[in-house]
Every structure is written in C-alpha cells, then in structure tokens.
C-alpha cells in the first residue's frame, strides 16, 4: 500500500500540481492530534431530526439521571454538537452533573469532559461560590432550571468559540498565497530540486523541519565533493548551490515564522476564550448571588418552598419575585418574630380551633432552631411508648438488659454447719450462706457498665409532643394531633399614625398570618385600610403571586386616614361563601378609629350568633379605646415592644 506523497515520481508530481490535492492536504492538517478521525461519514443531527429523540442515542444509553426531552433537545441544539457520537458524550456528560447536584455535591472536574475548559472550571467555582448545591438536592425545580441556564450559558460561549475560530481562519493567508511567496529563484531551479523543496513543503508540520535540516546536510556536503571534482567548472555549478543553499534557508526561515505566527494565533485564541468565559460566568453569578441570597431568606421565613418554585416564572428570571424589593423587610420580621411569642399563640388562637387537638394525618415537623414555632414529638415530654431506642436509664432498660445485671450479681446457698451445732441442738447455726458467681458473671457485670456508660441500652423510647417548638416541615405525613383550623380574616390599619415600631408589628403580624396558614394547611385573607374605601386586598398564600404581592406590601410604608367600617363589611361578605364560614377575624389598629356604625354593630353581632364569629383585636397602643370594645370579642394589647426597638411608654 502506499501512503500519500511516497507513491511513483511521476504521479507524485501530478498529485502536487493538482488544487484538489493540495486542499485535501491543507484540510487534514487542520485536524488536531487529540481528535480521532473517523473514516465514516459524520451524520448530522440537525439533518433528519428537527427535535430530540430517543433513538439517537443509541441502545445503550442509559437516561439514570432523567433528563427531559427539553434539555435533550437544547443539549442537541448547540453549536458544537456537530454529530451523534458528539450528543452521546454530551448527554453522559449532563448525566453526570445531574446526579452528583442531586446528592447536593459538585461533579469532580476529572470526571466530566463536557463543557470544554476553560468554561467548566470558572463554572464549577462559580456554583461553589454560589453553594447550589445545597438547593439542588433539597429543591428538585431549581435543579432543573439550572441545567436549562447551563445550556444556555454553553451555547453562549460555544458561539464566541465559533466566531474566535472563523476570525483566525480569515487572518491566515490561503495555501495559494503562500506557494507564490517562495522565492523567485525557485522556478530556475533544476527538476530533481525542484522536485525535492515540492516534496519537502507537501509533507507533513511534525517532520518537516527534521527533514529539511537533512536535505539541507547532504546538498551541502555533494556541493563540496562536486566543486573538488570539477575545479575547473566552477562558474555555472558554484552559482547553482549557492542558489540552492539560499533557497533551503530561506524556506527554513519561513517555516520558523509560520511556527510562530501559529503559536501566537493560537495563544490570542486561548486568551479570547478565557475572557469569553470569564464574562459569561460572571455575568451569570453575579445574577445568581442576590437570587440565592433571597432564595437562603425564604427558605427560613417558611418551611417548603416547593410551591413557591413552581409555574413557569421559575427561580431565577432577571425580571420577577427573587429580585425585587422586600426580602429585606421580610428577613428582618423574620427575625423578630422569633421573640414575639405573643404574636403566634395570637395566630394559633384564631379560626375556631387551636391546640393540637385530635390525631390525624398531617405534615411531619421536626425540631430545627431558627424556624417557625409548631409541635414536634419529643422525649421530654414522656406520655406515651413509641417504640425502641438506645438510653442510659435504667427505668427504661428492656428485661434483656435487667437479665445481663442480673447474670452479675452473686448468688447465696445454704450450707450445713458441723456436728457440734447439730449436737448442742442449734438449727439456726447449723445452717450458713455461702455466695458464689455463674460462669461470666464478671464478665456480663463489666459488659453493663460499660453499656450504660455510653447510653447503648436498649431501652423503651417514651415520648410526648411539645407546643411552640421551633420546627421545620420534611414534606411526609405523619399521625400527630392536629386540629382542623379555620381560615384567618386579617384586618390591618396602615393610616399614618401606624408609622414607627407600630408598623413593624402590623407588618411581622402579616408574615406570621401567611407562615402560620402555611403550615397549618388553612386559608388566609388580608384587608389593608386606611381612608374611606381606601382598602387593598391580598390573599396570604404560600405560591409566587402571592408572595410577590407580599413583598410590595412590606417595602411599602403607612399613611392616610382610618375608616374601619368598609374592610369589615367585606370581611362579613366573604364569610357567606362555604370554604371561609369558619373563619375569625383579626383587627390590627392603634385605636385611633372613628365609632363604628349601628348597622355593622347588628351584622356582626348576626354572624357571631348565626356563625360563631369571633372578633380578635389587636391594640398596638397602650390605651383601650371604645370604639374596639364594642367590634371586637376578643381584646388583645401588644406589649412585647422591646422586641421590636421601641420602648412601651412611647405607646
């Protein structure tokens, strides 16, 4: 077989002076070493598919990490998935990803060849810096809409990858160009020689400096041996290899500059690309800092944000409820609401029911510092015997344990006395005690003690629920005693003169509405008043519009008149509907309030006997006023008002 460019002179010859040949060559150089060329036709992708589908991947391929067809379909879409051996390797790249953010860790760069450096490691520092990995484990949405800003991320820079490449390319001269910039005296040249440098410059980059360096040796040395020879034919042949000589240097010289020309291309090429990626990724964590920011403070002010993650906004738009104003004001009643006790027994009180009532299937909580108060199981407060567990009590030890002591302990047997006792007729004295050890008594005694030392027995587990414990929901249902709770009416005065610490507390009362209807699984409605028919509705939901709608409430402040007449009528109006029958009312004022009229009086009184209303008031003031006596069957006075940086005789 005969390997290009070592084929009969001749042909050799007709090869090198054909254009389709030397383009051929031009396009294999091109190839890097790192990369395998196949001899089969690459297939495009995009050829005959216009959407993903299963059947490229091949039977092999196994989806373990469940990518949707959407991400598969952008993950074929890219610029450099170029064929399907391409978007397999790709696809297990992703595969990889996915799984290691599902156990709430980064893939180790070792293990994942996809995306091409140096975006993978600035985007693996940046998700480090972000710590997305705690929320990929625990939130399966925001694992989702990250592969999907990831692919977007990598269609970015495989675009500039793609435009840095052609900008490259144009800047190199064409292999025609460059076979008229040899020198002039190269056509005069003999046909061996010419012959020759033709070889010499169609063989392959890795060899031909070598090559040419020999060539250059053995002209020099025939050059000598043939001037001594023929000393007197000096003329015509000494000038020939001297044109000779200075054509192999010349064409060394343009060798080393076209090796430099092509390391400094390919170092422009390299910086071009590290400062696309460092733009990209940048921009990228730069977007996501505020969000996950935001993301850590709603995750402490409510238990799941599952429903706050769902729709089609997502978690992380430029434009929406992760980057807009009020998590500050949220994060900071969040805060003092873990001293404000009053305010969730106040909460827990309303909708006709409270406590922990019967035992019914409802979401597990767990004891979690910093969360919202709710009842949690615990060993303090033994009622009842749940199962096994490991203590250092006795009281508690199983029999199992009472019979590893017990093999310990030393045993008594009666012994006959002499034949003087017997004689002198003494029966007492003629029996004795005598103690003695089972075999491994002393063993099983030290077993205990060491047992009991590190609270190892198996013992029964007795425990009871807590009230108002700090906890945390887990997402499963459990039998605990939860009582069914009514909805939650809350009537809020925002008039001027609720402005300072007054207003921090309307505000934490909202918040503790919308965490506690959260939790206890119940309806919860908000009137905002001022002026007459100045009142502003919000449904206190735990999902994306609501909390958006929040988040303008607390970034808002208070002012204008008060006129409680017209938010009370709405709240008897939503009362006729069936789901809000149970519902209480709660009115946050500084009783600064006009008399209410006799015709609400009557109504109220009405759904107080037809319903069983209840009315809840809440003073923010020191003074009880007249006018809240007669609305209100229940009168509260807010006295916690070190909690909220104000001192009580200001109110």
């Given at each position: 077989m005969l390997r290009c460019g070592q084929g009969h002179p001749q042909q050799q010859q007709q090869q090198q002076h054909c254009p389709a040949w030397r383009a051929h060559r031009q396009c294999f150089r091109s190839f890097k070493p790192t990369i395998a060329v196949s001899r089969r036709p690459i297939v495009r992708v995009r050829a005959n598919y216009d959407t993903f589908n299963t059947d490229l991947l091949g039977p092999h391929f196994h989806n373990r990490a469940r990518i949707s067809d959407e991400v598969m379909n952008s993950l074929m879409e890219l610029p450099g998935t170029t064929g399907i051996v391409e978007l397999r390797s790709r696809a297990e790249a992703l595969t990889t990803w996915k799984l290691s953010l599902q156990k709430g860790v980064l893939p180790q760069p070792e293990e994942v060849e996809w995306p091409m450096e140096p975006f993978k490691t600035k985007f693996m520092h940046a998700l480090r810096n972000l710590e997305m990995a705690r929320f990929t484990r625990r939130y399966p949405v925001v694992l989702e809409t990250l592969m999907k800003q990831m692919l977007s991320l990598v269609h970015d820079f495989e675009l500039q990858l793609l435009e840095a490449q052609a900008q490259q390319q144009q800047k190199r001269p064409p292999p025609q160009q460059q076979a008229q910039q040899s020198p002039q005296g190269q056509q005069q040249q003999q046909p061996q020689q010419g012959e020759a440098g033709e070889q010499g410059q169609d063989g392959d980059q890795g060899g031909e400096a070598q090559q040419e360096q020999e060539m250059t040796q053995e002209m020099l040395e025939q050059a000598i041996k043939d001037s001594m020879n023929q000393q007197g034919q000096q003329g015509t042949q000494g000038k020939q290899i001297q044109i000779s000589l200075e054509q192999m240097e010349g064409k060394q010289a343009g060798q080393a500059g076209n090796d430099t020309a092509d390391e400094e291309a390919t170092e422009a090429l390299a910086r071009k690309l590290?400062?696309?990626?460092?733009?990209?990724?940048?921009?990228?964590?730069?977007?996501m800092a505020e969000v996950m920011d935001n993301l850590e403070k709603a995750q402490l002010a409510f238990d799941d944000?599952?429903?706050?993650?769902?729709?089609?906004?997502?978690?992380?738009?430029?434009?929406?409820?992760?980057?807009?104003?009020?998590?500050?004001?949220?994060?900071?009643l969040r805060r003092k609401l873990e001293n404000l006790k009053e305010l969730r027994e106040l909460v827990r009180s309303l909708g006709r029911s409270g406590g922990k009532g019967p035992l019914r299937r409802a979401p597990e909580e767990v004891d979690a510092p910093r969360y919202p108060a709710g009842v949690v199981r615990s060993p303090l407060q033994p009622e009842e015997?749940?199962?096994?567990?490991?203590?250092?009590?006795?009281?508690?030890?199983?029999?199992?344990?009472?019979?590893?002591?017990?093999?310990?302990?030393?045993?008594?047997?009666?012994?006959?006395?002499?034949?003087?006792?017997?004689?002198?007729?003494d029966v007492s004295a003629s029996i004795q005690e005598e103690e003695y050890y089972l075999p491994g008594a002393h063993a099983a005694r030290m077993l205990h003690r060491v047992r009991r030392a590190e609270r190892m027995l198996l013992s029964y587990e007795r425990c009871g629920w807590l009230d108002d414990t700090p906890s945390r929901l887990t997402g499963r249902q459990e039998i605990r005693p939860a009582a069914e709770m009514g909805p939650i009416i809350l009537c809020l005065d925002t008039s001027g003169s609720m402005r300072g610490a007054r207003e921090v507390v309307a505000k934490a009362l909202a918040l503790e509405c919308m965490r506690g209807a959260h939790r206890q699984q119940r309806p919860c409605y908000l009137y905002a008043f001022s002026g007459p028919e100045q009142v502003q509705e919000l449904e206190l939901s735990v999902d994306v519009r609501s909390l958006d709608k929040l988040l303008g409430f607390l970034s808002c402040s208070f002012m204008g008149g008060t006129d409680v007449d017209r938010p009370l009528q709405l709240s008897l109006e939503r009362l006729q509907k069936d789901e809000w029958s149970q519902a209480d009312i709660l009115m946050v004022t500084d009783g600064e309030i006009a008399p209410p009229s006799e015709a609400l009086l009557e109504a109220i009184c009405k759904a107080h006997d037809d319903l069983g209303l209840e009315v809840h008031g809440l003073l923010v003031s020191s003074q009880v006023s007249a006018s809240m006596d007669k609305l209100c069957t229940h009168l509260h006075v807010f006295k916690s008002w070190s909690a909220v940086g104000a001192e009580s005789w200001m109110y």
């Open positions: 590290e400062e696309a990626a460092e733009q990209i990724v940048s921009d990228f964590e730069k977007g944000l599952s429903e706050l993650l769902e729709g089609q906004e997502g978690y992380a738009l430029s434009q929406g409820t992760w980057q807009r104003d009020g998590w500050r004001e949220l994060d900071d015997v749940r199962g096994l567990t490991r203590s250092g009590e006795l009281s508690r030890m199983l029999p199992s344990e009472m019979a590893l002591l017990a093999h310990g302990w030393p045993r008594k047997v009666a012994t006959a006395a002499g034949n003087t006792a017997i004689a002198q007729g």
